[in-house]
């Protein structure tokens, strides 16, 4: 207990301070600091609970109570992750829903819990599993739980594929790096299911040293999350919910005309020829759109549908080839590869190596080289 106490109060004080900096941090990205600083302090109320029996004279409606915050943590998960991936993203009167497991949970309880003296409630506990009660609320959470991971997920993919569709900067990488977040808050997850599984067993030491582990690696995912957002706030951005996915617009009754498609890929490769608008880093459909007169609609079916090329990788293959010809210009043999990137509209090194190798099957520098071999 000594060794669980001491771990206890380093995750409960690494959880409150990093609370406390998003709700007091100044930011454009309010909600989802709310939300997640929110979902801090119901994990830190969870993680109490060694530290709450010391100070307990016994069972008591508190302490039933904040085990059944729990319930709340996933539905504020999903919703912090929904104001990540959508800018328009607020709360509503219909996410009173996500309270439904919390509040049933609560009144499965009140009849042989809630309501009833100290005595039966002594008697509850310690004839716990065998109480439907109990057993009904540690099988509905576990479902919560695994739900809102497969819906995070669902989500996770969707928002990926509407960027690769519709932008052409490096936000990309948020998802990815939300994607990662969501899997290791899963494997955490899965070692307290694991956990609760021992703790209704006869092998409560094992419930016990799982438990520190838990609590061990929450810390880790925590500091994770706090470097992240102190060394890298570019990643914390959103898109448009409004943006519908190529597979729904095609099935969309409104079909578009081959000439049209043919009339609108000329005016596309003339603007991104003469105009170079793929040297802007936050280059979106949108901008393109606008500038030459194409309907979002009809401009997204033409690159991701009919050129089979997501939006990302088709103005990617044009700063490729911008940055090769700048590579083979022997009087710019002197210009780094960073200053090309940043010349040729990308703005991080990782995805403009990985749009490069893609392109040509090497990397920018060893390109250079076998260049610079043949002219030897």
């Given at each position: 207990?000594?060794?669980?106490?001491?771990?206890?109060?380093?995750?409960?004080?690494?959880?409150?301070?990093?609370?406390?900096?998003?709700?007091?941090?100044?930011?454009?990205?309010?909600?989802?600091?709310?939300?997640?600083?929110?979902?801090?302090?119901?994990?830190?109320?969870?993680?109490?609970?060694?530290?709450?029996?010391?100070?307990?004279?016994?069972?008591?409606?508190?302490?039933?109570?904040?085990?059944?915050?729990?319930?709340?943590?996933?539905?504020?998960?999903?919703?912090?992750?929904?104001?990540?991936?959508?800018?328009?993203?607020?709360?509503?009167?219909?996410?009173?829903?996500?309270?439904?497991?919390?509040?049933?949970?609560?009144?499965?309880?009140?009849?042989?819990?809630?309501?009833?003296?100290?005595?039966?409630?002594?008697?509850?506990?310690?004839?716990?599993?065998?109480?439907?009660?109990?057993?009904?609320?540690?099988?509905?959470?576990?479902?919560?739980?695994?739900?809102?991971?497969?819906?995070?997920f669902f989500?996770?993919?969707?928002?990926?594929?509407?960027?690769?569709?519709?932008?052409?900067?490096?936000?990309?990488?948020?998802?990815?790096?939300?994607?990662?977040?969501?899997?290791?808050?899963?494997?955490?997850?899965?070692?307290?299911?694991?956990?609760?599984?021992?703790?209704?067993?006869?092998?409560?030491?094992?419930?016990?040293?799982?438990?520190?582990?838990?609590?061990?690696?929450?810390?880790?995912?925590?500091?994770?999350?706090?470097?992240?957002?102190?060394?890298?706030?570019e990643l914390?951005?959103?898109?448009?919910?409004?943006?519908?996915?190529?597979?729904?617009?095609?099935?969309?009754?409104?079909?578009?005309?081959?000439?049209?498609?043919?009339?609108?890929?000329?005016?596309?490769?003339?603007?991104?020829?003469?105009?170079?608008?793929?040297?802007?880093?936050?280059?979106?459909?949108?901008?393109?759109?606008?500038?030459?007169?194409?309907?979002?609609?009809?401009?997204?079916?033409?690159?991701?549908?009919?050129?089979?090329?997501?939006?990302?990788?088709?103005?990617?293959?044009?700063?490729?080839?911008?940055?090769?010809?700048i590579l083979?210009?022997?009087?710019?043999?002197?210009?780094?590869?960073?200053?090309?990137?940043?010349?040729?509209?990308?703005?991080?090194?990782?995805?403009?190596?990985?749009?490069?190798?893609?392109?040509?099957?090497?990397?920018?520098?060893?390109?250079?080289?076998?260049?610079?071999?043949?002219?030897?």
């Open positions: 207990m000594n060794l669980l106490g001491f771990v206890t109060v380093i995750s409960l004080f690494i959880s409150f301070f990093l609370a406390f900096f998003l709700l007091t941090v100044k930011t454009k990205h309010k909600i989802s600091n709310y939300l997640f600083a929110f979902y801090l302090f119901l994990t830190a109320i969870d993680c109490s609970e060694p530290l709450f029996s010391l100070v307990s004279n016994g069972p008591s409606n508190f302490g039933i109570f904040r085990g059944t915050l729990a319930f709340l943590q996933m539905p504020i998960f999903y919703l912090y992750v929904m104001s990540v991936c959508y800018s328009d993203f607020k709360l509503k009167i219909k996410h009173v829903l996500h309270l439904l497991p919390f509040l049933i949970a609560n009144i499965a309880l009140f009849p042989h819990f809630y309501s009833v003296d100290l005595a039966s409630k002594i008697e509850f506990v310690i004839h716990r599993k065998e109480m439907v009660e109990f057993q009904f609320n540690h099988i509905l959470i576990n479902i919560q739980l695994i739900a809102y991971l497969i819906v995070v989500v996770l993919r969707k928002v990926k594929k509407l960027y690769l569709e519709n932008y052409a900067g490096a936000d990309i990488l948020s998802y990815q790096w939300l994607f990662q977040f969501t899997v290791v808050l899963s494997l955490l997850y899965s070692v307290a299911i694991v956990k609760n599984i021992f703790k209704f067993s006869d092998y409560t030491g094992i419930s016990e040293w799982m438990k520190i582990f838990g609590l061990v690696f929450q810390m880790f995912i925590v500091c994770w999350y706090l470097y992240k957002v102190l060394n890298h706030p914390f951005r959103n898109i448009d919910s409004k943006l519908k996915l190529v597979s729904d617009l095609v099935l969309e009754e409104k079909t578009i005309e081959a000439e049209t498609l043919n009339e609108d890929l000329l005016k596309l490769k003339k603007y991104m020829a003469d105009e170079k608008p793929f040297l802007n880093p936050a280059l979106t459909i949108q901008d393109i759109s606008r500038e030459i007169g194409v309907p979002v609609r009809e401009l997204s079916v033409l690159i991701n549908h009919q050129l089979r090329q997501h939006f990302y990788d088709f103005v990617n293959t044009y700063r490729i080839e911008n940055a090769m010809e083979k210009d022997s009087s710019k043999s002197k210009v780094t590869v960073l200053e090309i990137l940043y010349e040729v509209g990308f703005n991080s090194k990782s995805s403009f190596n990985t749009a490069f190798k893609k392109h040509t099957g090497n990397t920018p520098s060893n390109y250079r080289k076998s260049l610079q071999n043949n002219h030897l």
